[in-house]
């Protein structure tokens, strides 16, 4: 069982920066792969970016170059570097873990979101 609370959201100008971080609980945290998903007003929830237990990184092509997923074993701590913010980022920002990235999308443990808003 894994536990995840996420942190680090609010209200900035595009162009700004923000850093989201996930905290998890439960055992072999490095074991798993973590990821970001975001969902919009209205919208399905979206792949972001992953990390798997090897450090290997995957973004979608619409953050790919602006955002940065890294992760802490020591810590169990996941975080998302995000830089460039557009409007279009405004969204919950939910963090996911599975046991392999192969399954990221269907992952079976999700933390709460926390919200992310950019204005114009």
């Known amino acids: 069982q894994v536990q995840l609370v996420e942190s680090g959201g609010g209200l900035v100008q595009a162009g700004g920066s923000l850093r989201l971080s996930c905290a998890a609980s439960?055992?072999?945290?490095?074991?798993?792969?973590m990821g970001w998903f975001r969902q919009a007003p209205g919208k399905e929830r979206d792949f972001v970016a992953a990390i798997s237990s090897g450090r290997t990184t995957y973004y979608s092509n619409s953050v790919k170059g602006r955002f940065t997923i890294s992760r802490d074993n020591v810590k169990n701590m996941v975080y998302l570097q995000m830089n460039s913010l557009e409007p279009d980022d405004t969204a919950i920002y939910y963090c996911?873990?599975?046991?392999?990235?192969?399954?990221?999308?269907?992952?079976?443990?999700w933390g709460q979101g926390t919200q992310v808003t950019v204005s114009s």
């Open positions: 996911a873990a599975a046991t392999s990235i192969a399954t990221i999308t269907t992952a079976p443990y």
């Open positions: 439960g055992r072999s945290f490095a074991a798993y792969a």
